[in-house]
């Protein structure tokens, strides 16, 4: 995800030389500076040598020892920390990072890498405007943004859309199976799968956004979209798809709760 967020940023106008991105393995390090064209280092505290902006792209379980060495430095120039580690709340990244440093977390999704992403935003009642409209800038680099309004919600939005292209993902692969399963070659079901899937999501984009609608519109009364969708509702698909996300939203909140009583 940082180096979806750092192509994003280079993208949407931001300058190689504005950018710094800290990197513990040596080969990637060298990576990201060749391809990328930007300074990339070993040493998080230079890194964050004069940033206005720094983005927390690790997994939940590192940021206590990833922000341990840089509370101080944090807490001296108190730049803008967004945070895109699921479950790990404001309140604990706050107290890493040390007194008056302004907190924002982002959920984004793995469509980021190409540009179509979007991102769940929250920031506590002390972030300012300003600094909300700077992370919010910077989410924007990747696709769209969407602010909730409570910490909680964020749970949501990481089982919704977070974790959400696996889910789709599933189901063109599903498809794709009962395709060859049928008497199509792997390929062409795969390619069939595929495409669907890319143009069912642009008409979900496209026009009002009304999902049921468009469902309706493709659902025939009688006809071979009816009786597929039949087998799907008979199956119980709501209620799967209901548990799926109710256990996604339990699991982010566990870690919530895990990264906390480690603080």
Not at 136 to 150: C, F, I
Not at 185 to 191: G, K, L, M, S, V
Request: proline share 5%; hydrophobic share 50%.
């Amino acid at each position: 995800m940082g180096r979806a967020l750092i192509g994003g940023l280079l993208r949407s106008g931001r300058r190689a030389e504005q950018l710094s991105v800290g990197e513990p393995v040596p080969d990637v390090r060298a990576t990201l500076a060749r391809e990328l064209g930007i300074c990339a280092l070993a040493d998080n505290r230079e890194v964050i040598a004069g940033a206005e902006i720094v983005v927390l792209a690790v997994k939940p379980q590192h940021l206590a020892s990833v922000l341990a060495p840089l509370a101080t430095r944090l807490t001296a120039a108190r730049p803008l920390v967004i945070s895109v580690a699921a479950g790990v709340r404001t309140s604990t990244l706050e107290a890493w990072c040390g007194s008056g440093v302004p907190v924002v977390r982002a959920m984004p999704n793995r469509p980021a890498l190409i540009g179509a992403g979007v991102s769940g935003l929250y920031a506590p009642p002390g972030v300012g405007p300003s600094e909300r409209a700077a992370a919010e800038q910077v989410l924007r680099s990747v696709g769209e943004v969407a602010w909730v309004s409570a910490e909680e919600a964020l749970d949501v939005v990481t089982a919704l859309s977070g974790s959400g292209p696996a889910y789709f993902f599933l189901l063109a692969e599903l498809m794709a199976e009962a395709g060859e399963e049928l008497g199509l070659d792997a390929e062409t079901a795969r390619r069939l799968a595929a495409a669907t899937l890319h143009g069912a999501g642009l008409m979900a984009q496209s026009g009002d956004g009304d999902l049921a609608r468009l469902r309706a519109e493709v659902t025939s009364p009688g006809g071979t979209t009816s009786a597929a969708v039949a087998i799907l509702e008979g199956a119980q698909l709501r209620d799967t798809v209901r548990a799926a996300l109710g256990a996604a939203t339990r699991r982010c909140r566990e870690l919530a709760a895990a990264a906390a009583a480690a603080d």
